[in-house]
């Protein structure tokens, strides 16, 4: 990677990495594209084009006016969200991706997107899920993820282009928070223990998802992305998870820091039946053999900077 355009740069995950890969290749280096613009350092710390990732044409003279040797597709919608706009869910995740890709061949770019634990469905199997399994997803973003990967796969091996991915736990953050996603009670419980010393979880106790902190998610796209293609086995996409834990465990982490913390649930049936489908751990051996993926964070460690940075916030 040398050259960098992501999409969907100002989102979760692309805010950080943004600057993260500034930092490493090069300010000028990386292009942040998305469809709005604001004043985070994201935005401002290097160029900045808007695109709309529906759009083919405008996505590829921004990919051919910096001459990207790589493209990192973020943009889409997460899965709450998609599942309470299906068509529009397709229509933005699957014709963002096939620009994105088609964008990546004509310039013979490195490609990267991201997949997830929601490719998996309830007929997979729940506990250590391996990295090779039955994929019968029952939500609109599980259907795009695994559409998604298929795709990747068919460029790789149909085009020659370079394309790599990750199944991604929930993401937990401090930075920018995320929208949509089932996932997201392990982002807002931090934000309100801070702020308010209780929390009203929307996913029931006892429900257990894989999860990890930002900065190990940064440093696996990095290490993905720089791997030696000799090497790679799997390619769309790679298990990977930090910790897997319950809404009460998360809890306990957090009154360790916060005694009189107080959790307390009013489950959204829609966001739990996701949650249901989803595994309770997942197997990231391929990842670790493959490439050497190592997460440096679990749920104390996380938890202690998460309480940190959200106090100094
Ligand atoms: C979501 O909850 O939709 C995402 C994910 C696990 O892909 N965080």
Redesign the pocket.
């Known amino acids: 990677m040398k050259r960098i355009m992501i999409t969907g740069a100002l989102g979760q995950i692309g805010s950080e990495l943004t600057v993260k890969l500034r930092e490493i290749y090069g300010a000028d280096q990386v292009i942040a594209t998305d469809i709005r613009k604001n004043e985070t350092e994201a935005a401002l710390s290097g160029p900045f084009e808007m695109v709309d990732v529906t759009d083919a044409r405008t996505m590829l003279e921004v990919a051919k006016k910096y001459n990207v040797d790589s493209v990192i597709h973020m943009a889409a919608l997460?899965?709450?969200t998609a599942e309470a706009n299906p068509v529009f869910a397709w229509n933005l995740n699957m014709g963002g991706l096939m620009n994105a890709l088609e964008t990546a061949r004509e310039l013979k770019a490195q490609f990267f997107t991201?997949s997830?634990?929601?490719a998996f469905g309830p007929s997979t199997p729940k506990d250590r899920t391996p990295q090779d399994t039955i994929h019968r997803p029952t939500t609109m973003?599980g259907v795009n993820?695994v559409a998604g990967e298929l795709l990747s796969d068919y460029y790789f091996h149909k085009f020659g282009v370079d394309t790599r991915g990750l199944r991604?736990?929930?993401?937990i953050s401090y930075v920018t928070p995320?929208g949509?996603?089932?996932?997201?009670y392990a982002v807002e419980i931090y934000y309100e223990a801070v702020k308010n010393g209780k929390y009203t979880s929307y996913i029931d106790k006892g429900t257990y998802?894989d999860m990890m902190y930002m900065p190990d998610a940064l440093d696996a796209i990095v290490q993905l992305m720089e791997a030696d293609p000799s090497k790679l086995k799997h390619r769309n996409s790679f298990n990977v998870t930090a910790m897997s834990f319950e809404p009460e465990q998360i809890a306990a982490e957090i009154r360790k820091h916060i005694p009189h913390f107080e959790i307390s649930y009013k489950v959204d049936p829609i966001r739990q039946s996701?949650a249901d489908s989803?595994p309770n751990s997942i197997d990231d051996s391929a990842a670790v053999e493959e490439w050497g993926f190592k997460a440096n964070f679990d749920l104390g460690k996380m938890t202690e900077n998460m309480l940190d940075k959200l106090k100094q916030k």
Request: hydrophobic share 35%.
């Open positions: 997460l899965s709450a991201p997830s634990i929601g973003y993820k991604f736990p929930g993401l995320p949509g996603g089932t996932t997201d998802m996701i989803w």
